[in-house]
């Protein structure tokens, strides 16, 4: 509640900073968010999940967060259909 009200008291002053200066105080922000251990244990486990996990973020950030989600279901229901098909032949 307190942020919220600070946020609307220092709202007009938000206004004169220009666009680039508040998308590096996001991007500051954002990566500090990002799980580096897990990151590094992705990278140890499974590299291919690991570069649908960067596929998704590039195209999450310079198309769409939807687009994205969308890309990242359907090649990560591409690897497990594959891993999947391997599987069965050799049961067979």
């Known amino acids: 509640m307190l942020s919220l009200i600070i946020c609307a008291a220092l709202m007009p002053y938000f206004s004169y900073l220009p666009q680039p200066v508040i998308a590096s105080i996001l991007l500051a922000s954002a990566i500090k968010m990002v799980p580096l251990d897990a990151m590094r244990l992705l990278w140890q486990e499974d590299r291919t999940d690991f570069a649908i996990f960067w596929l998704v973020c ?22 497990k259909s594959l891993i999947y098909r391997r599987h069965l032949m050799r049961i067979e």
């Open 58 to 79: 590039l195209v999450c950030v310079f198309e769409d967060g939807a687009v994205g989600l969308i890309v990242g279901i359907i090649v990560s229901f591409f690897k």
